[in-house]
């Protein structure tokens, strides 16, 4: 495959099930809202690549550099050269008051950061790239349930519909009508998604 099918294919958007959620930062006063910043894991990275490259057709490297991970992704590009890719991860403990984290936080720490820096270094190769689009979002919080609201979890799903709304128009072919006017474009009209090629993403 040439470059620019293959930058196409890594650069491809995740089906939304795949697309998953985690708080960032909280607001102090009621009603609590959370920060919410999108990804996908690492078990997704991972089959994406092993999709395009096969199983045998990309490498991973991990170096420590101070308390960050760094991992490079080694794929081989359009003309079949490797290419090598690198991102740094960190997870860090949250140790109260000074006190050591227990060794199974550690444990999950460590699995973390791994996790991190390949995802990570995923990005730099295009792979969940668009999800940086999103910022990060506010949405409205269960602190007892420790998740978004139902009115939250809502308008998640409906910046990611947007979202792939938002990029299927710009890679959607612009067939010209016969009074020049472009056709056959998908549109998202006041944040919320319509048809794309027959498929409509619920809200």
């Given amino acids: 495959m040439d470059t620019a099918e293959l930058r196409e294919k890594l650069e491809a958007p995740f089906p939304p ?3 998953k959620w985690k708080p960032q930062a909280f607001t102090k006063n009621a009603p609590k809202r959370a920060k919410m910043v999108a990804y996908v894991d690492a078990r997704s990275v991972a089959e994406r690549l092993d999709e395009i490259f096969g199983p045998l057709g990309w490498q991973v490297d991990y170096a420590a550099a101070g308390e960050r991970l760094i991992c ?6 359009g003309e079949g050269d490797w290419i090598s890719k690198s991102d740094g991860g960190l997870v860090e403990l949250d140790e109260e008051n000074g006190h050591a984290a227990k060794s199974g936080d550690r444990s999950k720490a460590a ?5 991190d820096a390949f995802k990570r270094a995923a990005v730099v190769l295009g792979v969940g790239r668009y999800l ?6 506010w949405v409205e919080w269960d602190e007892a349930a420790k998740k978004p609201t139902e009115a939250g979890e809502k308008k998640l799903r409906e910046e990611i519909a947007a979202l792939l709304a938002a990029i299927a128009r710009k890679n959607a072919p612009k067939i010209e009508s ?5 056709i056959g474009v ?3 009209v006041s944040g919320k998604p319509s048809d794309i090629g027959g498929l409509v993403f619920p809200p």
């Fill in 17 to 19: 099930e795949l697309v």
């Fill in 111 to 115: 699995k973390g950061t791994i996790s």
């Fill in 178 to 182: 016969t009074k020049g006017t472009p």
């Fill in 186 to 188: 998908a549109t998202v």
């Fill in 72 to 77: 490079s992704i080694r794929i081989r590009d």
């Fill in 132 to 137: 940086y689009r999103l910022a990060g979002l």
